[in-house]
Each structure stands twice: as structure tokens, then as C-alpha cells.
Nanobody, 124 residues
Framework: QVQLVESGGGLVQAGGSLRLSCAAS????????MAWFRQAPGKEREFVAA????????NYLNSVKGRFTISRDNAKNTRYLQMNSLKPEDTAVYYC?????????????????WGQGTQVTVSS
């Protein structure tokens, strides 16, 4: 089992920045792909970004490319999502997810482990 705990959410004005963190514990073996998803009220959970264990490969939702950066520090078992130039449409609960293997799926059902989520609110 892998436990994931997100932090770093909050309220920010449009154009501002936030950095989300996801701390992993438990069976944090190697070769786990990590991802961030988000869910706005009344909408389905949406893929945001994913990264391989090595950090050598990443994938992003088109609307966040150039604004968000996913990274990981395996020594600390922590993953990050740096979010810059935030927009009101980025408002959602952000979830950290993990799955064994190196494929960077964009479908929530492909991920085995989830955090509890952290709220990000961007005001206009």
C-alpha cells in the first residue's frame, strides 16, 4: 500500500502561483508513475500532469502546458506541482495519484493510489 498526502493548496489571485506537494509513504518502491488530477464542482476528474519514477518523462494537459511543472524528489518521497500564471478556470480540488509502472496514463481508473485532495481557488 502507498499512502499519499497533498498539501499547498489555497486561495490566490489570477496570475499568481502555488506549489502543491504530495508526500508518499508506505510501500514507496521504485518505478511508480505519479500524477496530478483535478476536479471542479459538477465536473469529472481531469488529468493535469504525470511523471515517471526517474523524472525523465512527463505529460501535461494542454491547457496547463507552459504554466505548470511537475517534478519529484525521490529521496524525500515527495512530488510537486508548480503552478504559475493561475487562472480562475484552474479552480478545483487537486489530487495526487500513483500507479506501479512507467506508463503515464491520463485516465483516473488507471491509478491505484490517491490522496485526499487539496483545494485550489483562483479569484479573478
Amino acid at each position: 500500500q502507498v499512502q499519499l498526502v497533498e498539501s499547498g493548496g489555497g486561495l490566490v489571485q489570477a496570475g499568481g502561483s502555488l506549489r502543491l506537494s504530495c508526500a508518499a509513504s508506505g510501500r514507496t518502491a521504485s518505478n511508480y508513475a505519479m500524477a496530478w488530477f483535478r476536479q471542479a464542482p459538477g465536473k469529472e476528474r481531469e488529468f493535469v500532469a504525470a511523471i515517471t519514477w526517474s523524472g525523465g518523462t512527463s505529460n501535461y494537459l494542454n491547457s496547463v502546458k507552459g504554466r505548470f511543472t511537475i517534478s519529484r524528489d525521490n529521496a524525500k518521497n515527495t512530488r510537486y506541482l508548480q503552478m504559475n500564471s493561475l487562472k480562475p478556470e484552474d479552480t478545483a480540488v487537486y489530487y495526487c495519484a500513483a500507479r506501479s509502472g512507467s506508463n503515464l496514463y491520463t485516465t483516473p481508473a488507471r491509478y491505484d493510489y490517491w490522496g485526499q485532495g487539496t483545494q485550489v481557488t483562483v479569484s479573478s
